[in-house]
């Protein structure tokens, strides 16, 4: 099994406070994360406009970079746009803005991510109402991403996130029911560790449907900085054959460099053969 390892940076003032370790634009991003020995970085952009492509490619080049995923959460963070609002107009213009993030990540040879914009079921919406717009917005992108050469990824939140999907199995029960076989499932283990009775299982559960995987303690700090047996996500990890990133979408706490530090030395830690094997 062939893991990588990445690391989150925010482009995005108005989400300050978030669960992004660098906040200091690409550049400084991009020369500490391959200082310390990460193979990617995952960016959070306010729109599919907003990244110079070709500074950035220069930049990935040169610090030997990819880039595992961009987040959509953006239209969220800053236009309170989601699939599932009950203005028409809204749910429009969030389906063409993620759609924007999805044609930026292909660029770039990664996947989007579907987070925050996934709305909830609120007001005068049902959760049924909320999760046929969810179904139409996911059957159009995941098709989108897939003529694109890339799967689109969902990812499930905590309930005080969203009161849609909030555990893996349950969400994978449901994108079974879709016509799109394009979409596959970011399991975040600080959600997880909000919703799951047991984390390992709930991967085990999902098996190839898993996409991505965000990297993050169970106080959203970094890996071995709260409660996460990371071992055992480790052994599910290997038993279902994921091959993907483990990233770190976490608080940068006490701060960016030492959150970065501390996610490297326990991917490292994880990752590193052991002597019985």
């Given at each position: 099994?062939?893991?990588?390892?990445?690391?989150?940076?925010?482009?995005?003032?108005?989400?300050?406070?978030?669960?992004?370790?660098?906040?200091?634009?690409?550049?400084?991003?991009?020369?500490?994360?391959?200082?310390?020995?990460?193979?990617?970085?995952?960016?959070?952009?306010?729109?599919?406009?907003?990244?110079?492509?070709?500074?950035?490619r220069r930049l990935l080049c040169e610090f030997r970079l990819g880039v595992a995923a961009i987040g959509s959460g953006g239209g969220w963070v800053i236009h309170r746009w989601t699939l599932t609002h009950a203005n028409p107009a809204i749910r429009v213009a969030a389906r063409e803005f993620i759609r924007g993030i999805i044609d930026l990540a292909a660029s770039l040879g990664a996947p989007a991510i579907l987070g925050s914009m996934?709305?909830?079921?609120?007001?005068?919406?049902?959760?049924?109402?909320?999760?046929?717009?969810?179904?139409?917005?996911?059957?159009?992108?995941?098709?989108?991403?897939?003529?694109?050469?890339?799967?689109?990824?969902?990812?499930?939140?905590?309930?005080?996130?969203?009161?849609?999907?909030?555990?893996?199995?349950?969400?994978?029960?449901?994108?079974?029911?879709?016509?799109?076989?394009?979409?596959?499932?970011?399991?975040?283990?600080?959600?997880?560790?909000?919703?799951?009775?047991?984390?390992?299982?709930?991967?085990?559960?999902?098996?190839?449907?898993?996409?991505?995987?965000?990297?993050?303690?169970?106080?959203?700090?970094?890996?071995?900085?709260?409660?996460?047996?990371?071992?055992?996500?480790?052994?599910?990890?290997?038993?279902?054959?994921?091959?993907?990133?483990?990233?770190?979408?976490?608080?940068?706490?006490?701060?960016?460099?030492?959150?970065?530090?501390?996610?490297?030395?326990?991917?490292?830690?994880?990752?590193?053969?052991?002597?019985?094997?």
């Amino acid at each position: 099994m062939k893991l990588r390892s990445a690391i989150t940076v925010s482009l995005v003032p108005e989400a300050s406070g978030g669960p992004f370790v660098f906040w200091s634009g690409l550049a400084d991003a991009c020369c500490t994360a391959s200082r310390l020995g990460f193979d990617a970085i995952e960016i959070f952009p306010p729109n599919a406009d907003a990244l110079d492509l070709v500074e950035l490619r220069r930049l990935l080049c040169e610090f030997r970079l990819g880039v595992a995923a961009i987040g959509s959460g953006g239209g969220w963070v800053i236009h309170r746009w989601t699939l599932t609002h009950a203005n028409p107009a809204i749910r429009v213009a969030a389906r063409e803005f993620i759609r924007g993030i999805i044609d930026l990540a292909a660029s770039l040879g990664a996947p989007a991510i579907l987070g925050s914009m996934q709305g909830k079921a609120e007001g005068d919406i049902s959760r049924d109402q909320a999760l046929r717009w969810l179904g139409e917005a996911l059957e159009d992108l995941g098709e989108h991403a897939g003529k694109l050469g890339q799967v689109f990824l969902y990812e499930p939140l905590n309930r005080y996130e969203t009161n849609l999907l909030n555990r893996l199995g349950q969400t994978a029960e449901w994108l079974g029911t879709l016509r799109t076989s394009n979409i596959r499932i970011l399991a975040d283990l600080f959600h997880m560790n909000i919703e799951e009775s047991d984390s390992a299982l709930a991967i085990r559960q999902i098996g190839s449907m898993l996409g991505h995987l965000h990297f993050a303690d169970s106080n959203r700090q970094a890996i071995g900085f709260g409660q996460t047996d990371a071992e055992k996500i480790y052994a599910e990890l290997d038993r279902v054959g994921y091959s993907g990133f483990l990233s770190a979408e976490i608080l940068p706490l006490p701060n960016s460099l030492a959150a970065a530090e501390q996610t490297i030395d326990a991917f490292k830690n994880l990752t590193s053969p052991r002597p019985d094997a």
